[in-house]
């Protein structure tokens, strides 16, 4: 990607370095490890979960905190990406709404290490990436890059602005109704694959739009962000995870299908072709 030249987006919260206070005690290692184990058999969101665990631990006093989270442009590289991909994904949403008649609210981006506080319960490296409809950002601990590239066989820039984008496609699916509309927190899995592999499809719209007015593709990243959509199929983490396949139990949809709702996007760029609620899922 071709992005260090890049506008850098102002709706960043950088919290890393920053202490977390809250409720309760800490959760160990094999807690995390329950907390995760009951989320993928449930689909139930693990942050969610973290947090009603949390509530329900002894209060504990809160760690002090080293500094207070900064907005901008962080310094670092990393940061740099994460807001140059940022400022991408509003350039384009914001154009697209206009088109349509609609005003578009830029969602924040929370970088974090370890863990942090937001309006759906604790975020963490452990829950990885996600959007919180309730306080309209998106959170991430930088470091899912490395385990993106390491554990899961998906190097590249664009896998890793993949995933931002994925997460900001949830902030377009909250800011079109679509949440409240499907009743994504009922717990249905059927509903939340089809929500996934919108979010796919709408990062895919990005991409493309990305590619045609930004510049900012090279060849071969469109290849890194499907190949990162196949690690991350709810089959491939199954087999990973316990050796075996339970479709009922997928919460983001197959590698095949995350690939193709992804392509969808980058090759048309239409949001009109991302509509998963009225297709047949493969």
Known sequence: MKWEDGRESDNIEDRRGFAVGGRGASLGCGGLILVLVVSYFTGINPARLLNMVQDSSPAAAPP???????TG???DRLGKFASVVLASTED??????????RPYQEPKLVLFNGAAR????????????FYCQLDRKVYLDLSFFDELSRRFGAPGEFAD????AHEVGHHVQNSLGIFDGAGRDRGDNAVSVRVELQ???LAGVWGYHANRQQHLIEPGDFEQGLKAAAAIGDDRLQRMA???VAPESFTHGSSTERQAWLRRGLTTGDPGR???????LE
């Open 64 to 70: 002090p905190s080293s500094r207070p989270a900064s």
């Open 73 to 75: 442009a962080p310094s």
């Open 92 to 101: 384009v949403w914001k154009g697209i709404f206009e088109k349509n008649g």
């Open 118 to 129: 937001s309006g759906c319960g604790l975020a963490s490296m452990q829950t990885g990436p």
């Open 161 to 164: 602005a993949y995933v931002i």
């Open 199 to 201: 979010a796919d499809c």
């Open 242 to 244: 316990q050796g075996t």
């Open 274 to 280: 991302c509509d998963t609620f009225r297709e047949r």
